[in-house]
């Protein structure tokens, strides 16, 4: 028996029988094509998961790598703030150090700065003190000419009279300078 029934059908019109014959002989082949829509709609379903699964797993391999990378990015970064924190440091001691030393040498630029204007000090004393003995004894060797021009005397008369001490009294000795011979 089929599963339709000609004699049953006899309201239907002719045009609408024959759709219905056409409809039922075709049918299997739509069947077959529904079947082979379906397949491709797995297959395609299935690809689409595969795929899904895929780029997943490339996500997870992209967040590893990223991860790993800002790890050494973070530990780069790291090494680099201690070395910078190293040389800060040893800048600040060296900096520290060079103070010192500054400190210390211009201490000692002072001292001796004030040394040398003792010694200038003292120096231009003594200056005085000989320019004034200089005064002195062109003045002394200027009375000494004058008082020896008028003698006509020989050396003898002269011997004569000075018979008393050979050296000037307390008062009148001469402070002798002569220049150094290196």
Do not use: C
Not at 105 to 128: G, K, M, N, P, Y
């Amino acid at each position: 028996m089929r599963w339709f029934d000609t004699a049953s059908a006899v309201s239907l019109p002719a045009k609408e029988v024959e759709l219905l014959r056409i409809l039922i002989r075709v049918i299997p082949f739509l069947r077959q094509h529904v079947v082979r829509l379906e397949e491709q709609n797995r297959l395609l379903a299935a690809a689409a998961t595969e795929r899904e699964h895929r780029l997943q797993q490339r996500e997870a391999e992209l967040t590893d790598v990223l991860t790993e990378r800002t790890r050494k990015f973070q530990d780069r970064e790291a090494e680099l703030t201690d070395v910078l924190t190293e040389r800060t440091r040893k800048f600040q001691d060296r900096e520290a150090e060079l103070t010192e030393v500054l400190t210390e040498r211009v201490r000692r630029f002072q001292e001796t700065e004030a040394e040398l204007a003792r010694a200038i000090a003292a120096l231009s004393q003594r200056v005085a003190r000989l320019s004034e003995h200089n005064r002195w004894l062109a003045e002394t060797a200027m009375d000494a000419g004058s008082r020896f021009e008028g003698w006509n005397e020989d050396f003898s008369d002269l011997k004569q009279r000075t018979q008393g001490p050979r050296y000037l009294p307390q008062r009148k000795r001469v402070l002798m300078v002569t220049p150094r011979r290196i």
